[in-house]
């Protein structure tokens, strides 16, 4: 009961907070990452070794500058997160502009759906929300509940803005037989490792052995939906572009674990341009295949 209270009153004070105009949270934001990096030294262990192992080729110093170049969009990143409890669409609209959405519109208008596949690179929450405002048919988007109730039933509710159905990952099939009958999106953020009893799948990912989920690839298989990667652009603070990028149009024709490798090499190239907007914070590797 304290817990669900404590909860209750953390979710109306973010409430509140994000009622603020971006430009004085990017302010927060500021003084958030010297707490982050400085003080707290959040995860700074797994960052740097996530950093060092990931990019072997790149010097000891600019490594540390990517580092910090991460905590600060980190920083950022939470109060862009906070500000969905109150942004507009017409917000989303002008800070998250779509490429190439005629390609995926017109599979779309001949009945066609498609799934798209992405990553925790930029600000993946806002591409959800604008997903569900750029494209003529429904969006589902998978995601892994939290633990916290509470924070759950609020964060569900806030990534469901401009129409989107939110299905955990556990529901995915179930979703799929109930959107049945017209045009829809599945969307999947596939770069977070598998709990380790579902590590069925490992490949070289960044230098290093790494479990790799197959959602994707067998649904992809077993309906031969077209795959399109959202690739994610960070303009500059706020602003961001996402390239609907044609990953894989003939699913059903391809060889087991080809499209796996397809957006795990696509996710590669992706980071290596511009590795501080990836999610470095994450325990990535903590599993290691059993030989």
Known sequence: MIITW???????????LSLLPLSIL???????YLLLYFVFRYRRKVVRENLLNALPDRALQEILVIEK??????????????KMSSISKQEIERRFVFK???????????????????????????????????????????????SNPTFDHWFKKVRSK??????????????????????????????????????????????QPSSIQLGIEKIAKRTNRP?????VKVLRRGFYEVDCVPLCLKPAETVTYE?????TRFLEEIINAQPEYWLWSHKRWKYKPQH
Not at 26 to 32: E, K, M, S
Not at 166 to 195: E, H, I, Y
């Open 69 to 82: 170049r991460f905590y600060r969009y980190l920083a950022s990143l939470i109060f862009e997160v906070v």
């Open 227 to 231: 795959i399109f990667y959202l690739k």
């Open 259 to 263: 499209i796996t490798e397809m957006h």
């Open 162 to 207: 401009f129409g989107n159905k939110l299905v955990a990952m556990r529901q995915t099939m179930r979703a799929l037989q109930v959107s049945k009958g017209k045009p829809s999106m599945f969307s999947f953020g596939n770069d977070q490792a598998p709990a380790k009893d579902e590590s069925h799948y490992w490949t070289n990912f960044m230098h």
């Open 6 to 16: 404590i909860s209750r009153l953390g979710i109306f004070l973010l409430s509140v």
């Open 26 to 32: 990017y302010i927060l934001a500021d003084g958030t």
């Open 100 to 146: 190439n959405k005629a390609r995926v519109q017109e599979y779309l208008d001949q009945g066609q759906s498609i799934l798209f596949c992405s990553a925790h690179y930029g600000n993946w929450e806002w591409g959800t929300l604008g997903l569900g405002l750029n494209f003529s048919a429904d969006h589902y988007p998978i995601y892994k509940p939290l």
